[in-house]
């Protein structure tokens, strides 16, 4: 089993709908999560970091479950410029050891 | 702050030659890793740093392949020789482990082609 993995995709939506992207890790002694965004030939950027209590950043919600090992970023009212690919990123050892998942692909349809 | 740099943006080179991709990381972060990412095996974790002293380079392929870190601000990887199995995006990044949620920044990367 890999150590943080990822609906598979692609995932293509019209402009406005919402999606739900899921991640699910194995290592119970994971301390950070975080989702990052990655446009193509370009480097991952930091999309937001995931609280226990859950979080939102304007039309960006990520939700935590360390009793279920599972991480989602939900995306309202998506738009054009949200095409890109997810990564869902699991950190072990505070600002050390980052897991990356494989990625979600995106592709917001006009 | 002006994020982690890295040089150079593009780098072609012939099959054999010795490549070195530079990184500086952000200022006052103490963890420093290499990544790879093509589109077969997507971004891979080559060698991470840790005040300077490398933590994990179980991720380096081969002998051909070294990284060092001098200093705090400086880190270097190299490819010698190199080889066109080789061509790929390589992304330095840091990060503080001085910090709970501490996320990892990402420089823009090295797109190395090697003919």
């Known amino acids: 089993r890999k150590e943080v993995e990822q609906d598979p995709g692609p995932f293509n939506v019209p402009e406005g709908a919402t999606v739900a992207f899921n991640c699910t890790y194995s290592?119970?002694?994971?301390?950070?999560f975080f989702w990052y965004r990655q446009d193509c030939r370009k480097e991952p950027k930091l999309l937001m970091s995931?609280?226990?209590s859950g979080n939102e950043d304007g039309r960006f919600t990520a939700q935590l479950n360390r009793a279920s090992q599972y991480i989602s970023l939900l995306i309202r009212d998506s738009k054009l410029s949200d095409s890109a690919t997810y990564l869902c990123?699991?950190?072990?050892?505070?600002?050390?050891?980052?897991?990356f998942g494989p990625g979600t692909r995106l592709s917001v349809l006009p | 702050d002006a994020g982690v740099i890295q040089s150079p943006r593009h780098e072609v080179t012939e099959m054999g030659q010795e490549v070195t991709l530079r990184c500086k990381p952000i200022?006052?972060?103490?963890?420093l890793f290499w990544y790879r990412q093509t589109m077969m095996r997507g971004l891979e974790l080559l060698i991470y740093?840790?005040?300077?002293?490398?933590?994990?380079d179980s991720g380096m392929p081969e002998d051909r392949f070294s990284a060092k870190m001098p200093n705090a601000s400086f880190s270097t990887l190299k490819i010698q020789p190199s080889e066109p199995r080789d061509s790929a995006v390589y992304f330095c990044?840091?990060?503080?482990?001085?910090?709970?949620?501490?996320?990892?920044?990402f420089g823009n990367g090295t797109r190395l082609t090697v003919t």
């Open positions: 990044a840091s990060s503080s482990s001085q910090w709970h949620n501490s996320p990892l920044h």
């Open positions: 290592n119970s002694a994971s301390q950070s």
């Open positions: 995931v609280y226990s």
């Open positions: 990123v699991v950190n072990v050892n505070y600002g050390q050891n980052f897991v």
């Open positions: 200022s006052g972060h103490n963890s």
């Open positions: 740093f840790n005040n300077n002293v490398p933590i994990d």
